[in-house]
Nanobody
Framework: QVQLVESGGGLVQAGDSLRLSCAASGRTFSDYAMGWFRRTPGKEYVFVAG????????YYGNSMKGRFTITRDNAKNMMYLQVNSLKPEDTAVYFC?????????????????WGQGTQVTVSS
């Protein structure tokens, strides 16, 4: 399995921007399609964005288009999530996840590796 470590979270003000990073190790990163999910206490994981193995295709969850941008750098074994115009409702723990090869992106069950998460808190 690939190991994943997120970073970049923190406490920000509404309207700020943030870039989350996900560092991968252990396996061939370019074999894995990647996704970002977020979760708040007591709630289910919410699909934020996904990116294909090559980076040529991106996918976004409902209401995520426009403010969220997912990218990856296979040479550096890194994935990123740029979030602009942050809102208090974006407050959550953000997780990166990996699934071997391209396929469905929005379901948690399709991912085999998960990071530990990074907290994003947006104050109003």
């Amino acid at each position: 399995q690939v190991q994943l470590v997120e970073s970049g979270g923190g406490l920000v003000q509404a309207g700020d921007s943030l870039r989350l990073s996900c560092a991968a190790s252990g396996r061939t990163f370019s074999d894995y399609a990647m996704g970002w999910f977020r979760r708040t206490p007591g709630k289910e994981y919410v699909f934020v964005a996904g990116i294909s193995t090559s980076g040529g295709a991106t996918y976004y969850g409902n209401s995520m288009k426009g403010r969220f941008t997912i990218t990856r750098d296979n040479a550096k074994n890194m994935m990123y999530l740029q979030v602009n115009s942050l809102k208090p409702e974006d407050t959550a723990v953000y997780f990166c996840a990996a699934r071997l090869y391209d396929g469905a992106m929005a379901r948690t069950v399709d991912y085999t590796s998960w990071g530990q998460g990074t907290q994003v808190t947006v104050s109003s």
